[in-house]
């Protein structure tokens, strides 16, 4: 076998992933296309088909459909080509995980279109959807542990063929992530079997609102994380490679991983600061721990800014920058990564300011927040996801990454960097003079509102036109992502495109890190501290359940 | 574990602002009261309006001077549905909801608060300048939840 190449049973599994992935990022991007019309009333929709059920459909299908399958496949590859192929049990069950997160994303899916469920990806208590749509969350859920878990069985095995060694960077940062995925599960786990499936089916009559929530949060904070994380893996293991250089530092890498772990979870009420029910002591507790994460993205940001520097003095850049000049910027799987970050700039620090308290009422529920996240999920993970793309494909499917669809790839992260901009700039302003998300519809009757179509840059019209040009950008993707499938010439051995995966020196690297026991220990510490006194309070002082409302 | 000596500098520079930061928010928080909408009170949300406040919906001046507003929240408007406050006066907004889930949010202010079925959740405002204020929901609440909204009108005294 070449070398960076996949055990050919390993990459069917991984391929049926993205193929899945790439359905439901066309699907949503659509539906993104549709809402920034249908808002400024350029567009009418059929009777059958309502703003609500188009708005859950893009919420669900992008961020956590695309996002989630992307994530499996480049697990699956990235395992089987740093740990060696998989045994028979470890892909059987490979399959039947990705099966079940199947299944339960077509159930959704099938809720969502029939109009049973325009309740949006958080699914607030007491609005019910039909009860099918929980079981389908729910399968997705245990559908995405059946492939983690056999991941992290592969895993498993290298360690005991490996006794006393440290396990390579690559799947050490995609067990960290799955155990982070594991641990953040379980409160919407909770709030989904216990709460939400009785109470639709109606075998119970009331639901606790404030402690659904707080489950949902508990989940919805770490969620975030669970699609930074392999984007960051990206960053540390990959990137370098390309850009002809090495990690950094292996154990900073390690560490940022594990602080991630622990400062990502106990950190749920910054999404809830502005309710009712829980008290502003433990409200302010989870702000400064959800602040314990600047450490870990600083630390990120050092490396790979060093690790950019080192390589571009190699190759001869001097001066305080002239080795910026020197880096690969004609290689796109470079460029679009390096523009991802970029992104994240702003997009952390948006974060710090939603997270900061009572900063938080100023932007809370306004397109601030829609802003916030297409900078951050949308731009930042998405666009090193399709840098990933480029060559995953070709390394699966063994055809090229041809000239000509290496210059549509530039057009393609150049609009969608543009588009991306134009749309998020708009809603970041739009939020501040107060302008709320999810609306149907901009058109208040009051002097505040009209002033939301005044501005340049504070304009929902700026907002359209930005988000037209992403679906523009989608659209090619999709092509480039179907010409690598099936189209592109098959590559020989010269033009094979290899798994990139940069050398990491863990000689030095302190074997506590890998010490799992000591880390999820403290993970429940943390969660303990911050969690258990506060829902207690939820569960002991309930008001009296909320009864069914189908609002839409 | 072996660290650059220009990463400890970063990671300390990152160390102190995260400790401004977190003194800028405490200290606004705890020591001048600006502290995002809270309350520990709950309600049977089917009895809203037999439970007080909200039995009688709208302004009220309490013993000490203060004002209070009591507000229902629900699919998809306000009760009261109209609103004339008093400018430069401390008023604190009481709210719940009747239904789902919702939003009273006063654009041009502060007050963003939720609305959460079961519970009672408070924030106090004063307007300084009279004048039109726009509130709307924030929170998706169903089909028409683009169209809930209401005015409130601040007077000078």
Not at chain 1, 381 to 407: C, Y
Not at chain 2, 66 to 81: D, Q, R, W
Not at chain 2, 89 to 106: G, M, P
């Amino acid at each position: 076998m070449r070398t960076g190449e996949i055990a050919i049973k390993d990459r069917k599994v991984a391929l049926f992933n993205l193929g899945f992935a790439y359905s439901a990022f066309l699907i949503g991007t659509l539906c993104g296309l549709l809402q920034v019309f249908i808002r400024n009333d350029a567009l009418k929709l059929p009777e059958w088909l309502d703003y609500y059920q188009i708005l859950t459909a893009h919420g669900l299908l992008l961020a956590i459909v695309f996002t989630t399958f992307f994530i499996f496949a480049f697990f699956q590859a990235g395992m089987s080509r740093t740990l060696g192929a998989f045994g028979p049990k470890v892909r059987l069950w490979n399959w039947i995980g990705f099966a079940v997160t199947a299944l339960g994303t077509l159930l959704v899916v099938v809720m969502v279109v029939a109009g049973q469920a325009s309740v949006l990806y958080t699914f607030y208590a007491p609005l019910q959807a039909h009860g099918l749509f929980y079981v389908g969350l729910a399968l997705f859920v245990i559908g995405t542990w059946i492939q983690g878990f056999s991941l992290v069985g592969h895993y498993a095995v290298w360690r005991r063929h490996h006794k006393g060694e440290l396990s390579p960077l690559f799947a050490f940062m995609a067990v960290a992530t799955i155990i982070l995925w594991v641990i953040a599960c379980l409160g919407v786990v909770a709030t989904v079997l216990f709460q939400f499936i009785p109470w639709a089916f109606g075998w119970t009559n009331g639901i606790n609102v404030e402690l659904s929530r707080s489950l949902f949060w508990y989940f919805g904070h770490p969620l975030v994380y669970f699609w930074l994380l392999p984007a960051y893996m990206a960053w540390y293991v990959i990137v370098p490679k390309i850009i002809g250089g090495k990690v950094f530092s292996d154990s900073l890498a390690r560490l940022s991983f594990v602080l991630f772990i622990l400062f990502s979870i106990p950190v749920g009420f910054h999404h809830q600061l502005t309710e009712p029910g829980i008290s502003s002591f433990w409200k302010f507790l989870q702000t400064v721990l959800t602040f314990m994460v600047i450490i870990p993205s600083l630390i990120t940001a050092f490396s790979m800014f060093a690790t950019f520097e080192i390589r571009g003095r190699e190759l001869g850049g001097r001066g305080l920058f002239g080795w910026i000049r020197k880096l690969p910027w004609r290689d796109v799987r470079f460029t679009s990564i390096f523009i991802a970050m970029a992104f994240f700039i702003p997009g952390g620090a948006g974060g710090i300011i939603n997270a900061s308290f009572q900063m938080n009422e100023v932007i809370h529920n306004t397109l601030w927040v829609v802003g916030h996240f297409h900078i951050t999920v949308g731009t930042p993970v998405a666009m090193t996801f399709f840098g990933l793309t480029f060559w995953l494909i070709p390394n699966l499917t063994g055809r090229r990454f041809t000239k000509s669809l290496q210059k549509l790839a530039f057009l393609q992260i150049a609009t969608w960097s543009i588009g991306m901009l134009l749309m998020s700039t708009a809603q970041h302003l739009l939020g501040l003079l107060g302008a709320p998300r999810r609306t149907a519809y901009t058109g208040y009757a009051h002097d505040d509102a009209l002033a939301w179509f005044d501005g340049l840059l504070t304009n929902h019209v700026t907002m359209a036109v930005g988000g037209s040009i992403l679906f523009l950008s989608a659209a090619l993707l999709i092509f480039i992502v179907i010409q690598l499938w099936w189209l592109a010439p098959k590559a020989d051995e010269e033009t094979y495109e290899a798994f990139p995966i940069a050398e990491s020196d863990s000689s030095m690297t302190p074997r506590f890190l890998e010490n799992w026991k000591i880390w999820i220990g403290i993970a429940f510490l943390l969660i303990a501290l911050a969690y258990t006194i506060p829902l207690s309070e939820i569960i002991q002082h309930a008001p009296p359940g909320s009864g069914r409302f189908q609002t839409w | 574990m072996h660290l650059h000596k220009y990463e400890k500098i970063w990671l300390g520079f990152g160390v102190i602002a995260l400790v401004i930061f977190l003194s800028v928010v405490g200290v606004s928080a705890f020591a001048q009261g600006h502290a995002p909408s809270s309350g520990h009170m709950t309600i049977d949300p089917e009895k809203v309006r037999e439970t007080a406040p909200f039995d009688q919906p709208g302004l009220h001046k309490k013993e000490d001077g203060t004002y209070e507003v009591a507000m229902i929240a629900l699919t998809f408007g306000y009760e009261p549905s109209k609103l004339q406050l008093p400018a430069g006066e401390e008023i604190t907004f009481t709210l719940t909801s009747e239904d789902v889930v919702h939003s009273f949010s006063i654009i041009g202010t502060n007050v963003n608060m939720m609305a959460v079925p079961g519970q009672i959740n408070h924030r106090t405002h004063t307007f300084k300048e009279p004048g039109s204020y726009l509130v709307i929901c924030n929170e998706y609440c169903g089909s028409g939840h683009h169209f809930m909204s209401t005015e409130i009108e601040v007077v000078e005294q």
